[in-house]
């Protein structure tokens, strides 16, 4: 059963930072790729970033702001959010994409910016 768990979520005030943690657990196969969606308010869900394959992906809206990286042996995947804005607000989620077991998604946390 695999297993992904965020944590770190919270209310932050308008420049301020936060740091998302995934944890994965399980009996798992190779990762090919993990990534950080969110989702606002009546949104859909968008990536925000992502690293596999040896590259790492941002979106436009949070480049320079943003850092997804991995540690423990691709068990911990963190997202380190610096000069937030109210708009970067929401529901944050880990992906993680396995060589067999296909596509897994956490629980989700939320993320309250303020102005």
């Known amino acids: 059963q695999v297993q992904l768990v965020e944590s770190g979520g919270g209310l932050v005030q308008a420049g301020g930072s936060l740091r998302l943690s995934c944890t994965i657990s399980?009996?798992?196969?190779?990762?090919?790729?993990v990534a950080w969606y969110r989702q606002g308010p009546g949104k859909q869900r968008d990536m925000v970033a992502s690293?596999?394959?040896?590259?790492?992906n941002y979106a436009n809206s949070v480049k320079g702001r943003f850092t997804i990286s991995i540690n423990n042996a691709w068990k911990t995947v963190t997202l380190q959010k610096n000069t937030l804005k109210p708009e970067d607000a929401g529901v944050y989620y880990c992906?993680?994409?396995?060589?067999?077991?296909?596509?897994?998604w956490g629980q989700g946390t939320q993320d309250t910016v303020s102005t």
């Open positions: 992906n993680a994409d396995f060589s067999l077991q296909g596509a897994y």
């Open positions: 399980g009996t798992i196969s190779r990762l090919n790729a």
């Open positions: 690293v596999g394959g040896g590259t790492t």
